[in-house]
Nanobody, 128 residues
Framework: QVQLVESGGGLVQAGGSLRLSCVASGNIASLNVMGWYRQAPGKKRELVASITRGDNSAYGDSMKDRFTISRDNTKNTVFLQMNSLKPEDTAVYYC??????????????????????RGQGTLVTVSS
């Protein structure tokens, strides 16, 4: 059983920054790609970023210029640094993982809501 626990969400003003963390525990050896997606009320799931064990990363549309994903395999943790936040970034951010080693597969699995494991989510609210 694998568990993902997110932290770091909260309320921030537009233009501010937040750093989300996701710690994985349990039988994590099979988890290759970890990442983040978000979902705002009434909107579809949206890929934010993903990263392989080898630090190959991928980002959702318009995310790469403001968000940075990183991973510490020794601590089983993935981070999401979010800068220049905008009100439209307000959403619940979920940490998730797949056994595949492909970030493209992670993207497809987010769209299909078919991830191998996900966390409970952390709320990010950006005020204008």
């Amino acid at each position: 059983q694998v568990q993902l626990v997110e932290s770091g969400g909260g309320l921030v003003q537009a233009g501010g920054s937040l750093r989300l963390s996701c710690v994985a525990s349990g039988n994590i050896a099979s988890l290759n790609v970890m990442g983040w997606y978000r979902q705002a009320p009434g909107k579809k799931r949206e890929l934010v970023a993903s990263i392989t064990r080898g630090d190959n990363s991928a980002y959702g549309d318009s995310m790469k210029d403001r968000f940075t994903i990183s991973r510490d395999n020794t601590k089983n943790t993935v981070f999401l640094q979010m800068n220049s936040l905008k009100p439209e970034d307000t959403a619940v951010y979920y940490c998730a993982a797949v056994r595949s080693d492909s970030t493209s597969i992670f993207r497809l699995r987010v769209k299909a809501d078919n991830l191998d494991v996900r966390g409970q989510g952390t709320l990010v609210t950006v005020s204008s």
